[in-house]
């Protein structure tokens, strides 16, 4: 018996410490998911979904001197009520103290979605647009805004129908996307020490 627990022991143990290197590693290009839902104060609608992006692109400058992330966003899914739009190929760009986007001159910090294919630079209208506080945002640096990003947004979309849908207290999140070699890893580890548990069990 006391064979049996230092096995459960040790393999236990094994698995934190392959779950500890894991979240201790060093920070390297990412993929993040930016999640966010609120009900519209146009329609009463349910409004949420998600951008998917890679925080490895290399940023660019736009003329009012945000920062600009090409195409760094792979694929988003924006459900309204029963409606569902998705898209892919998606810049990204930050803006520290600019103008909200609901026009009323007060400023904010801003993260906007878009692929700019009809993009009018005079008269803006990002597919998704989120604005925080001033001061909110750490840096413009993509990989900076799961540490600094606020619960809370201004929030602002503009469907591909043309519909406008707002929120003034929509909840954001970024989360880190798993890595398939760092999810396959901690499976293999865990089926493999069943195995050996079986077998271990089976001859005691």
Sequence with gaps: MKA?????????GAIFTLLGTMSTAPAQASVFN???????????????????FDDSIKPGVTPDGA???GNASSKYTINVGKDVFTGSSNSIVVARDFF???????RADVIG????????????????????????????????????????ALALINTPTGATLSSINAFTKITAVPEPASVLGILTLSVG???LLKRKLQYN
Excluded: C, H, W
């Design 4 to 12: 049996k627990k230092k096995f459960l022991m040790a393999t236990a």
């Design 34 to 52: 930016f999640e966010f839902k609120f009900n519209a104060q146009e329609t009463g609608e349910n409004v949420n979904g998600n951008f998917v």
């Design 67 to 69: 920062t600009l992330y």
């Design 100 to 106: 909200r986007p609901d026009n009323s001159g007060l």
């Design 113 to 152: 979605f878009d692929n700019f294919q009809n993009f009018n630079p005079s008269n803006p209208q990002f597919l998704a647009t989120f604005a925080y506080p001033p001061s909110s945002l750490r840096s413009g640096a993509l990989s900076e805004l799961a540490v600094s990003l606020p619960s809370s």
């Design 193 to 195: 020490t069943i195995s």
